[in-house]
C-alpha cells in the first residue's frame, strides 16, 4: 500500500468523524480556515439562514484539540439561530472559533486575514467579538469585510454589547424569580454568579443595587478583585460555587458547568446565567433539573440581549426600539414557563419549540 494510499484513508476516516458530528445538528456550511503566513486556523459554522444572514461572535480558546474546537462552533452557532429566532429579530445561527496557540502572534495582519475569511462567506456569517475578542479587533476585522458588528462607537458602532448582555440576563433572572416566587423582589437573595468577566461583573452590579446577596468565582484573579471591590461580593474557589446554599445559580463563564455531577450539588431554585449551552446535554440535563425542582431560564433566551445590540447595528435600529426588544426578554421568559408547564416538558426545550415555531413559519413563507 503506498503512502498517498495511508493519505487518503486517514483523510477519510476524519472525514467521516467530522460529518458525524455536523449532520445531526443540520447546519448549512461549516468553513474550516488556515493561514500558514500569520498562523491562524479556525472554524466558522453557519447554522440556519431562514431569518436572516447568521450572526454570531468570534471566539479563541485553547481547545484540547480539534474536534473540541468543531464541537463548540457547532454548539455556539445552533445556540445562535434559536437566540435570534425567539427574540424575534431577522437573523440566523452561526459562530466562528479560533483555535489559540501562544506561539501565533495576534497582530493586525491576523485579524485582517480572519476578516478575508469572514468576507469571503459574502454576507453569510456576520462577525463580532466574543471570548478572547473586543471591539478593538472587529475594528481591524472590518477593514477586509463589511459583515462585521459589535465595532467600536468610533468605528460608528454601538461598543461593547456586554452591558446590554448583562441586562438582559438581569430581567431574565428577575423573570424567574417572579415565576418561582410570586414576586420579582431580589431583596436577600443568595445568587452565586460563576465568572465575572465584562457580563458577569455588570451581572453583579445589577444584583446588588437590587438587595442580593452576591457570592462570586473566576479563574482569573484580577476580575474577582475588582468585581468584590466595586460591588461587595464574597469571593469563593471555583469548585465550592456549586456547593453554596444559595436562590439561584447563574453560570457566566463557559458552558456545560449543568452537568450530571453539578446537578446533584446544587442546592438552589433557579438557574439563570449569560453562559452559552449551560446544559452539558440538554436531552438529558433538562429533564433532571425538571425532575428536581430547579427552575432553569435557557440561556439563549435571557442571554439575547448582546445580539439584539449588534442586530441594531445591522438594521440601524433606533434605541427606542432596540430597548423594546431587550425589556421582551423579561414576558418572553415567562412565556416560556408557561408553555413548559402547560406541556410538561423542560423549559429547554419549550424554549427550542418556540424558536423552531418561527423559523418553520418563515421557511413557509419562503
Known amino acids: 500500500m503506498s503512502a498517498e494510499t495511508n493519505v487518503i484513508k486517514s483523510v477519510e476516516k476524519r472525514d467521516a468523524r467530522v460529518f458525524e458530528m ?6 448549512e ?6 493561514d500558514k503566513e500569520t498562523g491562524l486556523k479556525g472554524i466558522i459554522a453557519v447554522h440556519n439562514t431562514v431569518l436572516g444572514p447568521s450572526l454570531g461572535g468570534c471566539r479563541i480558546w485553547n481547545y484540547e484539540n480539534e474536534s473540541d474546537a468543531l464541537w463548540d462552533v457547532l454548539r455556539l452557532s445552533r445556540g445562535m439561530t434559536f437566540k435570534s429566532s425567539i427574540s424575534g429579530i431577522n437573523l440566523g445561527g452561526g459562530k466562528a472559533v479560533i483555535i489559540g496557540n501562544p506561539k501565533v502572534k495576534r497582530d493586525e495582519a491576523f485579524w485582517r486575514r480572519f476578516g478575508k475569511f469572514v468576507d469571503s462567506l459574502n454576507g453569510k456569517y456576520i462577525t463580532a467579538e466574543d471570548v478572547g475578542t473586543s471591539t478593538d479587533v472587529m475594528s481591524i476585522v472590518m477593514q477586509e469585510t463589511k459583515h462585521v458588528t459589535g465595532k467600536p462607537l468610533s468605528a460608528g458602532g454601538t461598543g461593547d454589547p456586554s452591558p446590554f448582555t448583562a441586562y438582559g440576563v438581569f430581567l431574565g433572572l428577575k423573570a424567574s424569580v417572579k415565576e418561582s416566587t410570586g414576586s ?3 431583596e436577600g437573595k443568595k445568587v452565586a454568579v460563576q465568572g465575572v468577566g ?3 461583573h455588570d451581572l453583579v452590579g445589577h444584583l446588588t443595587k437590587a438587595g442580593a446577596k452576591v457570592f462570586i468565582t473566576d479563574i482569573n484573579k484580577a476580575n474577582l478583585d475588582a468585581t468584590a471591590k466595586d460591588f461587595g461580593a464574597t469571593v469563593v474557589e471555583p469548585n465550592e460555587i456549586y456547593d453554596l446554599d444559595v436562590d439561584i445559580y447563574s453560570p457566566c463563564a463557559l458552558g456545560a458547568t449543568v452537568n450530571n455531577d453539578t446537578i446533584n450539588r446544587l442546592k438552589c431554585s433557579i438557574i439563570a446565567g449569560a453562559a452559552n449551552n449551560q446544559l452539558a446535554d440538554e436531552n438529558i440535563h433538562g429533564h433532571m433539573l425538571k425532575d428536581k425542582g430547579i427552575l432553569y431560564a435557557p440561556d439563549f433566551l ?5 445580539v439584539i445590540n449588534c442586530y441594531r447595528e445591522v438594521h440601524a435600529l ?6 423594546a426588544l431587550i425589556e421582551n426578554i423579561y414576558p418572553r421568559t415567562l412565556e ?3 408553555k ?8 429547554q426545550e419549550a424554549a427550542i419549540k418556540l424558536a423552531m415555531e418561527r423559523i418553520e413559519a418563515a421557511k413557509g413563507k419562503k
Do not use: R, W
Open 22 to 27: 455536523i449532520e445531526p445538528m443540520e447546519h
Open 29 to 34: 456550511q461549516v468553513m474550516f480556515f488556515y
Open 184 to 186: 420579582d423582589s431580589l
Open 198 to 200: 465584562h457580563v458577569g
Open 302 to 306: 435571557i442571554n439575547a440581549a448582546g
Open 318 to 323: 433606533t434605541e427606542d426600539a432596540t430597548k
Open 336 to 338: 416560556i414557563f408557561k
Open 340 to 347: 413548559a408547564k402547560a406541556e410538561n416538558i423542560p423549559t
